[in-house]
């Protein structure tokens, strides 16, 4: 199975996001996104999973997204959801309940209407809360959590759906170090082993390097760049992304990136 983007032009409002992407997202891959904020990385999400909001602009002569050669926008959304998944960048518990209850809306696409979640299900959502570092969680109140705990809790979720294909807004917000180099682990290890896809926004450029095999980096004019991480994320295109001068450092095991003084 394979995601592909072909000659997609996206703009929101005024703003051009992409021109004429061409793109193929496989499994076993983990992809990042880079970008300046208000680049357009979410929304880029957003439209990939089938989900562009209603200000933004797709250039339908030629643009076509598809999963396993089917178009994205002739499955049902329920269908989808078993291939598909999104983390958003932020998401608001509105309605009580515990976190064990809140993991296990990733198996709504695998429910029928009417029906309740299964043994099998509370399985699925206690092992991915425990992948998380929520073991001890099951049974605490959502609006008791810090940002930290809901942000794992946000990504146990999407590991209960378990899709073929994770887009994930931003997943370390909210977490420390350690925390982030744990999950972001976690995450790549599950891509390669059961060959399932990450499509990743980040800003780190360093844990990006470190994690992702695969980047795409979006310009403020619409120009966008793709390919192997070690091919594309060096000092020079990370200045050219943010206008900024950028060292690069390199040791026999290590690659950093840090910021120059103007």
């Known amino acids: 199975m394979s995601l592909k983007i072909n000659n997609l032009s996206l703009s929101i409002a005024d703003k051009v996001i992409c021109k004429e992407l061409n793109i193929q997202f496989n499994q076993g891959e983990f992809w990042g996104i880079m970008g300046v904020n208000g680049v357009g990385k979410t929304t880029l999400l957003q439209t990939i999973i089938g989900l562009p909001n209603n200000s933004t602009h797709i250039d339908t002569n030629m643009a076509l997204i598809t999963l396993n050669d089917k178009n994205i926008f002739g499955f049902k959304r329920i269908d989808l959801a078993k291939k598909m998944g ?14 064990l209850e809140a993991a296990l809306i990733g198996r709504h696409p695998f429910i029928n209407h009417w029906q309740w979640e299964n043994e099998d299900d509370k399985t699925l959502a206690s092992l991915a809360l425990n992948e998380v570092g929520l073991k001890n969680f099951y049974q605490r109140e959502v609006n008791t959590l810090s940002g930290g705990e809901k942000r794992r809790l946000n990504l146990a979720t999407l590991l209960t759906q378990n899709p073929d294909y994770y887009l994930l807004d931003e997943p370390v917000n909210h977490l420390d170090i350690k925390a982030q180099l744990e999950i972001l682990s976690l995450l790549k290890n599950k891509f390669s082993q059961n060959k399932q896809g990450g499509i990743m926004v980040i800003h780190d450029p360093n844990l990006a390097y470190r994690y992702c095999d695969h980047m795409l980096l979006l310009f403020d ?22 206008n900024c001068p950028i060292h690069q450092l390199n040791d026999e095991q290590h690659t950093f990136f840090v910021p120059q003084h103007s």
């Open 86 to 99: 999104l983390m958003l960048q932020e998401y608001e518990y509105n309605f009580p309940s515990t976190v």
């Open 221 to 242: 004019n619409g120009q966008w760049l793709s390919g192997k991480t070690t091919d594309i994320l060096n000092k020079d295109n990370l200045g050219r992304l943010y």
